[in-house]
């Protein structure tokens, strides 16, 4: 079980040098890449980290458990004695710097950190002063408290001797007995009346300095009123800061809303202009396209001019012939008028010619059937 | 025996240190900025177990110092000391350096 215990233990050793080897390399890239920044001083955390080289030494190998181990333990205290000097020693350069800042802010209180003044510094006083107050209040109600009872005891004893006086009125040497017990028992009232008045004069004393101390107080509490006014004054100048930088806030969120809106549309009129773009290329194109047939056109108009000419010229000559035609025709159409009138005669003259030959067929016949007639008789 | 004695007073002078030195850089760390603040706490941590390592072996030695035997029970505290709480501040020393790394 030991065994075990003491692999693992050595086991263990390895992984928290590994460890610390790690941590040492990633403090170092760290500082490259600008960490020191941040802090008010590195030295602390150096020697912090610092620390695990002692755990590294003592595994390095052919050294006695012993020595190992007292090189762990001496490294680790040297450390943290150096540790302890370098961080007191940084706590107050941090805090002596930090404190004048607090002080000058007693000049400037429109300064956010004078919050932080009023609570650190101002107000452990102010609770002290209330302490004290209770503390006074407290010691005039018991001084107060002893003079009542002193008073009662008094009268209690006072009414005790008138009652005794009336008791021993029977005999005179009694009396005069009692008259020495009473000078006594006087004395003795001078005595504590006088000492009533000393505790008077002892509790007037206290009075006084208790006025005094009250007047300080007051004077202490017009102080507090007064910071506390400023205090109030500038918690309503850092509200009113505070509202501002709300209301900045909310403008400045509107702005970034009307901005992302603005690039939002910035966004569509690219992609229109690009569109636009694209069109005016394709446009260009066309327009090219356009030039290049308007061109052609010019070309095929020339063309069709020289054509033109050309079918000009050949209609003046057909138009030269459609005359030539019509006389043609307007002659033709004479000649075929004459030629229908012909025609009509010929047809008249074939109508006449046709009812001769109906007569001269009828006349045949009559002829042929006198023939007939004249054969058969 | 010197050497126990030596080995208990440097591991207790050293956990003394190293706690003083605790409450120094805890003091230090409120003035430090937030940003940085787990980062800190982390590294404090780690300190803080790094002491109480040195604290058991401290104690361990100083039970042998007086005991003048060497017993088998002592063995709890290496276990306590190197065994879990020394892995654990190398760890949280890690840690911080991770969200150092963060920030």
Known sequence: MSELITQLLTAQRYLVALLFIIIAIIWYRLKRAGIESLFKSTTAINLTLLLGLPFIISLLPNIPSQISNMIEVSGVFILALILFIFSLRDFHTIDTTRKKQLMELLEKPKHPVALEFARKIVEPEIKLLKKERKNLLQYEKDIQEKIRKREQELDTKIKGQSAKEGKFNLSKIEIEEESKILKEQKKLLEKEKKELENLKDQSEDAKEEIQVEKSRFEKQREKDKKFRKKLHEEKLHLDLERRKIESGRETYARKEKIIEQIDKRNEILNKKLQEIKEKEQEHEKKLKALEEREELLHDEKDEFAVARRKFEADKEKYEGELEKFRRKREELLIQENTLQEEKEALEKLTKSLSAKEKHLEEELGNLLKKQREMIEK | ?103
């Open chain 2, 1 to 103: 025996m010197t050497h126990e004695i030596y080995i208990a007073s440097f591991a207790a002078l050293g956990f003394i240190f190293l706690i003083y030195s605790l409450t120094v850089l805890f003091r230090i760390k409120e003035q430090e900025s937030n940003r940085i603040t787990p980062a800190y706490n982390a590294l404090l941590f780690g300190l803080l177990i790094l002491s109480l390592s040195l604290l058991a072996k401290a104690i361990k030695y100083i039970y042998l110092i007086f005991s003048k035997t060497s017993i088998d029970s002592l063995i709890y505290f290496d276990v306590a000391s190197t065994l879990i709480l020394l892995p654990l501040a190398a760890g949280s020393f890690l840690v911080s350096m991770f969200i150092f790394r963060r920030v």
